[in-house]
């Protein structure tokens, strides 16, 4: 019950979810929020890349890169899970990083991403999600989503079409962030 906001990049596929979910929810103010930044797991060739470069990741963090499924473990501690995708189409621009097309290309592609990862089937594959979890929960709950079967049934809970961050009417007054909101 210290914090009314917080923010994590990339660290949950380094903890045991479960026990990060709980601690999490404990010291958030009730009506908090967090806000979740994390690559995934469902695609195949990012997934790959990740297990032939061992040098630059431990085998937990390959092992434990967060899914879908993983979602259903936050929703047993925060009463709201939100969950938007980033960066599927516009990974083919990476060989052109370092050309005048690099640019315009990503550009392009972000226009697609944009599109086609608001589809739950589709998002899952992108290589990164941001997940906003608000309302701690003080005692964890059942889990709501059904685990096992199609990966899609779990997505299907959440609201990949998220325009921006929605935080408590506390946290979005002007001066409460330094900005107007999110």
């Not at 045991?16 to 999490?24: G, N, S, W």
């Not at 690559?39 to 990740?50: D, E, Q, S, T, V």
């Not at 969950?83 to 189409?89: E, N, P, S």
Request: proline share 5%; charged share 25%.
């Amino acid at each position: 019950n210290t914090f009314d906001f917080g923010v994590e990049y990339g660290a949950l596929h380094h903890v045991v979810l479960d026990k990060a979910m709980a601690e999490l929810s404990r010291i958030l103010k009730p009506g908090g929020a967090m806000i979740c930044t994390e690559a995934m797991k469902h695609n195949y060739f990012i997934h790959k890349y990740r297990k032939r470069t061992p040098h630059l990741r431990t085998a937990w963090e390959v092992d434990h890169i967060l899914g879908v499924d993983d979602i259903a473990t936050m929703q047993k501690y925060f009463r709201h899970v939100s969950v938007r995708f980033f960066h599927l189409a516009v990974l083919a621009a990476v060989p052109f990083r370092k050309t005048p097309l690099f640019k315009p290309l990503r550009a392009v592609l972000d226009r697609v991403d944009s599109l086609i990862l608001k589809s739950q089937a589709v998002g899952k594959y992108g290589w990164i999600m941001i997940i906003t979890l608000s309302d701690p929960l003080k005692q964890p709950v059942a889990i709501r989503v059904p685990l096992g079967g199609h990966a899609a049934r779990c997505v299907r809970r959440f609201e990949p079409r998220l325009k921006r961050v929605d935080l408590p009417h506390h946290l979005t007054r002007r001066g409460a962030l330094g900005v107007g909101g999110l």
